[in-house]
């Protein structure tokens, strides 16, 4: 169980009586530097509380998903009540730009429009609008109401089940795009979460293998690459936003957090053994440069930055001694046999 305190402004920790507690190996972690500059303080609290409400749904989810959709709110929520001071509305859903044809005649130009700092079309709000706990007495669920509209959220990707399930299918549910799913696990990453710290994963022989989940590899070490170069490693493939794990014990000696060059961004992690590791094409670094880690534990998140855009996988070079690389194939068939799909 993690805890994390938050100096909060405003009356909203005494008003909603929130204690900040993430607990269980989905619930997420400590929020990163970033959700604390990124996240208004009145805001947090309420991302974190309405998160509970479904069971397996990080906080750091439902706040990708609220920074996406209107930055937080875009400055316009009341602190003390939730309610935002000028309404938030999407473009009409007219059919242009791609979007889907819905008339409403309740909105001026008789046209839907998302609705809020969680972007709700009014069909979606009608089934899932909540009202949040301590609002007024006699107050009707608002989508232009931050707290409602976060737990509502938090109901919506539930979907009416005891817990969320599919993370993946739960993002997909709120905007039928892949890529809105890895936009937001990336996100939820910059925000801090990690799925259990420590991920659950065989050990084979002391080592296991850098990708959790379903993976899929061939033997590529060696072969043509443009510019005459050779590839010095082995690339597994996996969903974007699958958990990169620390192959062994040992310490980040090198990261990049920038997605530019080959290899995009990526990680150096020398082993207890001797042996250093390079992880390239993450979507995010969970880790700090000099930090040290354990087996299993989540360093970094699958994707396709570099020159892998839109083919999300990990490109895994083994040096033995920090020296040249060797061909990883022998070793990633031994411990990652237990979740190979190919």
Known sequence: MKVFALLIGGGIALLLGI?????????????SALALKEIPPYLLPVYVAAATTCEGLPWQVLAAIGFHESRHGDGRVDPSTGDVALPILGPPIDGTNGNARIPDASF???????????????????????LAPNRPAGATPSAQNAWDAIYSAAAYL????????SLEKAILSYDHSEAYVRWVLA???DYGYVAGGTAVVPVVGGMTCPVTGPVTFTSSFGAPRSGGRRHKGNDLFAPYGTPLVAIENGVIVQLDNVPVGLGGIDIWLRGDSGT???????????VALGQRVTLGQVIAYLGDTGNAEGSPQLHFEIHPGGGPAVDPYATLSRICAPNRRN
Do not use: L
């Open 19 to 31: 204690a900040i507690v993430v607990a269980g190996p989905d619930a997420g972690s400590e929020p």
């Open 108 to 130: 001026s130009d008789r046209w839907a429009h998302a609705m809020g700092p969680m972007q709700f079309i009014p069909s979606t709000w009608r089934r899932w609008g909540r």
């Open 187 to 189: 996100k939820a990453a």
């Open 158 to 165: 539930c979907g009416g089940r005891p817990s969320v399930g």
């Open 276 to 286: 250093n590791y390079y992880y390239a094409h993450d979507s995010s670094n969970v």
